[in-house]
């Protein structure tokens, strides 16, 4: 199969599509990204991809943190991912990744004055997470970054230092996947995915001021759960320690999309098993993003068929 970038203006072969070593992006991590899945429905031979206008929408807020600006505006950035698509021809599930970087090849740390870039491509894609088994999750010792360092708030590409560092923690300690703490020791999120709690009956997760990268698949989710399921949702500080009595925990992203949690820091949620609101959340989540959920084909961009 040959994949395509959209690259400096133009699409190219993927492998054409490559920066120099002194870009400023690849030496200070001056980026910013979005992931973005699209879902390929076997039923309808159709290619969806999931909420890209609230993607892009991210994305121009990251840039407005950042000082950048992708150089396109959203109906062009959602008409060049359509086409991206179509170029590749994928008939299954794949991963969009647009990104803006500072471009210009100088020495120096700052965000303006140096100009911005702006790449696109997509490759095939499975899980992100194992979705076979429930996961097992540990409290990592690294302490989540703030609003005041580097804004998860925009979803920066040298921010990922700190999710690469929980998450080999917490593997190489036999542990699937990591949970931040805030600075004031808060909980936040995953390395790379949002979480939610159950408590009886409710579903809790930390608020936006908990330094979490805003997710679309957390939003996704709470409407889920309200207009779908009659849950109550609470966006709130959560502590520590209610990780420990949650009855059920299941972290949501674009990559892990619904991942439910067993275990967290030795201790087993509920009776250690993958819980029934867990289930009844991703079952109805894999529904929507293959469009198979009429109230929410609005969410499905079609790369194929008519838009
Ligand atoms: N938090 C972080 C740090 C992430 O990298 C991601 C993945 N983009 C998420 C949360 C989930 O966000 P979304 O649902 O928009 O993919």
């Known amino acids: 199969m040959q994949l395509y970038a959209f690259f400096e203006g133009e699409f190219v072969p993927l492998e054409e599509a490559k920066i120099s070593v002194m870009t400023h992006g690849f030496l200070y991590g001056t980026g910013c990204f979005e992931g973005i899945r699209a879902y390929w429905s076997r039923e309808e031979e159709e290619l969806f991809i999931f909420r890209m206008e609230e ?37 299954e599930d794949c991963y969009i990744r647009p990104m803006v970087y500072k471009k210009d090849q100088v ?10 870039g702006f790449v696109l491509f997509a490759i095939p894609f499975g899980e992100y997470l194992d979705l076979s088994k429930g996961l097992r ?18 979803k920066v590409v040298g921010a990922y230092v700190n999710a690469a560092l929980a998450k080999s923690e917490a593997l190489d300690d036999g542990y699937d996947e990591a949970i931040f703490l805030t600075a004031d020791g808060h909980v936040s999120e995953g390395s790379a995915e949002n979480l939610f709690l159950v408590r009886d009956g409710e579903l809790i997760t ?6 979490i990268l805003e997710g679309v698949t957390r939003e996704t989710i709470i409407v889920l759960a309200r207009e779908e399921l009659g849950l ?29 949690i067993v275990e ?12 029934p609101i867990s289930r009844q959340v991703q079952e109805l989540y894999f529904r929507v993003v293959k469009g198979e959920v009429p109230k929410y084909r609005h969410w499905c961009t079609p790369v194929y068929g008519q838009r």
Request: glycine share 10%.
């Open 55 to 91: 993607h892009y929408r991210r994305l121009e807020r990251s840039c407005r943190i950042l000082r950048m600006s992708p150089g396109y505006c959203l109906g062009e950035l959602m008409d060049l991912t359509v086409e991206l698509l179509r170029r590749c021809g994928f008939k």
């Open 107 to 116: 020495i120096g740390v700052k965000l303006t004055g140096i100009a911005d």
């Open 137 to 154: 999750a540990k409290v990592s010792s690294w302490v989540h970054l703030g609003d005041n360092s580097i804004p998860m708030r925009a």
């Open 206 to 211: 930390p608020a936006v001021t908990s330094d």
């Open 232 to 260: 109550k949702v609470c966006e709130r500080v959560v502590d520590r320690t209610e990780l420990y009595v949650a009855d059920e925990a299941f972290f949501v992203g674009t990559g892990a999309q619904v991942s439910p």
């Open 264 to 275: 967290i820091d030795g201790r087993p949620l509920g009776d250690g098993a993958i819980g």
